[in-house]
Structure formats: structure tokens, C-alpha cells
């Protein structure tokens, strides 16, 4: 074990980035709550709250993970749909974090991560709640490092590019995947591996002044 990150909790854990970060975690020795959607939908944000409140975990890391991003045109998307995804992405973050961040704060330490997107501040056709979801994350994670930072928990948030996963494969045909690797400094997309190496540091003890960030690993996409 190379921290001090004991017990994890990692929502969207069944796959992709999640479960890239869950696994790193657990070869570092560490117990992961990784709620499955039958457990936990967060798109049912009541429901959030009540699971948490039901939980009587206080984890080391909070790792808020799960997103989902199905493209659709402004003038296309429903009231729901515009809805649904912030309710994902950020309201179910926010209810997470209004119960687990006391908790954490009251034990005087604590490490909540939340993966946001490069999205967050480019823009991107079809992309408009998922962009509204990741830019409100990161002021979210900014607010908490600022209210929770006096009681040793550190929030960050990490703005991940291009990475290979479900997500990407389904919202991109092979020629845009192309495109966008060629586009990428690096000239390839990242692996979930690499975003989880980034959040186990931020989410262990080895990162002991990195808070209220937004962290971009993309290849150096967003470079130009
Ligand atoms: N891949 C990228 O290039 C990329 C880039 C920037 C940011 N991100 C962000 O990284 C995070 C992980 O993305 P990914 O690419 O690993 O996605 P993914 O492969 O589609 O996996 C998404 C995960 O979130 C879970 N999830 C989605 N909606 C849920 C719901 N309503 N309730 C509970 N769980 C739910 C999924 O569970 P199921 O297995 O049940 O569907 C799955 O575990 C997301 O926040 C995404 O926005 C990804």
C-alpha cells in the first residue's frame, strides 16, 4: 500500500475509468465501495441521498466518478434529458458530498475526487448539459475544498481528455477517433489507467497540498 487510503468509495466502479481507479486502489490495498446501478442510480437524486445517509461509511476518498454524456443537439433535448445529466453528473455528486463531507471534516481528514472533463471549459456540439454538468462539478469541488480544507479534507476535480472507454467508443465514430488521436500532442487517446494513476495520488495521503483544482490529463488535447 503506498498511502494511507484505507476505504474508498467509487461511483460508475463497473467499468472504464471507475473501474480503472477501483482496481488501482484495491492492489494498493485498499477496501472499495463501488455501488453497481441496481444499488445506487444516481440519476435518482433523492434516492442518492437516502443511500448515503443509509451508509454509515466514512470513506478516506470519496471518488465521484460515474457520468454518462449521450450527445444531442440544444435544439433537440428535451427538458428530461437536459435534467437527467446534471442530475448524474452533478446533483448526485452534490448530495455525496453534502453527506460524506462532514463526515470526513468531523475525523479531521478526507480526500474527495470528482471526474469532471476537459468539457468543462471547451465547448463541444451536442455536448450541452454534459459541458453545464462538468463546468458546475468543478465550481462544486472548489466550494468544498474551500468549506471542508480547514478539516484536513482535500477536493479536486480531474479533466480527463480522450480516454478509451464505453463512452468514448459509443459517442465517436472510428474516423473521429482518428481525428481526435491525431489532434492529441501525444497522438493517442489516454487509458483509464493513466486518469486512475492521477486520482489514487489525489485521493491518497501522498497528496498533502493539492486542493481546489481542476487537473487536465488529456495528451496535451487541449494544448492548442
Ligand atoms: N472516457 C472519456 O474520454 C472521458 C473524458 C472526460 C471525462 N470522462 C468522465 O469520466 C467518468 C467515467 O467515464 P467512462 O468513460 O469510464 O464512462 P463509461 O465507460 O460509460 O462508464 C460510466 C460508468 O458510470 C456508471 N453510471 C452511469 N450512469 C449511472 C447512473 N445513472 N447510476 C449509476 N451509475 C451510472 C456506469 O454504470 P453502468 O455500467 O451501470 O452503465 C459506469 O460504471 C465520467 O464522469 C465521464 O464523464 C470520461
Same mark, same amino acid.
Given at each position: 500500500?503506498?498511502?494511507?487510503?484505507?476505504? !474508498?468509495? =467509487?461511483?460508475?466502479?463497473?467499468?472504464?475509468?471507475?473501474? +480503472?481507479?477501483?482496481?488501482?486502489?484495491?492492489? &494498493?490495498?485498499?477496501?472499495?465501495?463501488?455501488?453497481?446501478?441496481?444499488?445506487?442510480? %444516481?440519476?435518482? *437524486?433523492? !434516492?442518492?441521498?437516502?443511500?448515503?445517509?443509509?451508509?454509515?461509511? *466514512?470513506?478516506?476518498?470519496?471518488?465521484? @466518478?460515474?457520468? /454518462? $454524456?449521450?450527445?444531442?443537439?440544444? /435544439? /433537440?433535448?428535451?427538458?428530461?434529458?437536459?435534467?437527467?445529466?446534471?442530475?448524474? $453528473?452533478? $446533483?448526485?455528486?452534490?448530495?455525496?458530498?453534502? =453527506?460524506?463531507?462532514?463526515?470526513?471534516?468531523?475525523?479531521?481528514?478526507?480526500?474527495?475526487?470528482?471526474?469532471?472533463?476537459?468539457?468543462?471549459?471547451?465547448?463541444?456540439?451536442?455536448?450541452?448539459?454534459?459541458?453545464?454538468?462538468?463546468?458546475?462539478?468543478? #465550481?462544486?469541488?472548489?466550494?468544498? !475544498?474551500?468549506?471542508?480544507?480547514?478539516?484536513? =479534507?482535500?477536493?479536486? #476535480?480531474?479533466?480527463?481528455?480522450?480516454?478509451?472507454?464505453?463512452?468514448?467508443?459509443? @459517442?465517436? &465514430? /472510428?474516423?473521429?477517433?482518428?481525428?481526435? #488521436?491525431?489532434?492529441? +500532442?501525444?497522438?493517442? %487517446?489516454?487509458?483509464?489507467?493513466?486518469? +486512475?494513476?492521477?486520482?489514487?495520488? %489525489?485521493?491518497?495521503?501522498? $497528496?498533502?497540498?493539492?486542493?481546489?483544482?481542476?487537473?487536465?490529463?488529456?495528451?496535451?488535447?487541449?494544448?492548442?
Amino acid at each position: 500500500m503506498n498511502d494511507d487510503t484505507r476505504t !474508498a468509495i =467509487v461511483t460508475g466502479g463497473s467499468r472504464g475509468i471507475g473501474a +480503472a481507479i477501483a482496481k488501482r486502489l484495491e492492489g &494498493d490495498g485498499c477496501t472499495v465501495r463501488r455501488p453497481l446501478r441496481e444499488e445506487l442510480d %444516481l440519476s435518482d *437524486v433523492s !434516492a442518492v441521498r437516502v443511500w448515503a445517509e443509509s451508509d454509515d461509511t *466514512v470513506p478516506d476518498a470519496l471518488v465521484l @466518478n460515474a457520468g /454518462e $454524456n449521450i450527445p444531442t443537439p440544444l /435544439e /433537440e433535448m428535451t427538458t428530461e434529458h437536459w435534467q437527467r445529466t446534471l442530475d448524474v $453528473n452533478l $446533483n448526485s455528486c452534490f448530495e455525496l458530498i453534502r =453527506v460524506y463531507g462532514p463526515r470526513m471534516a468531523a475525523r479531521g481528514r478526507g480526500r474527495i475526487v470528482a471526474i469532471s472533463s476537459f468539457l468543462s471549459f471547451r465547448g463541444r456540439v451536442g455536448r450541452g448539459p454534459y459541458s453545464a454538468s462538468k463546468a458546475a462539478l468543478d #465550481a462544486l469541488i472548489r466550494v468544498a !475544498a474551500l468549506e471542508y480544507g480547514p478539516s484536513g =479534507v482535500l477536493a479536486n #476535480a480531474v479533466c480527463p481528455g480522450f480516454v478509451m472507454t464505453d463512452l468514448t467508443l459509443q @459517442n465517436n &465514430d /472510428e474516423a473521429t477517433l482518428a481525428h481526435l #488521436a491525431s489532434t492529441t +500532442a501525444l497522438r493517442r %487517446l489516454g487509458t483509464p489507467e493513466e486518469v +486512475a494513476e492521477l486520482v489514487v495520488f %489525489l485521493a491518497g495521503d501522498r $497528496n498533502t497540498y493539492v486542493t481546489g483544482q481542476t487537473l487536465v490529463i488529456d495528451g496535451g488535447y487541449t494544448c492548442q
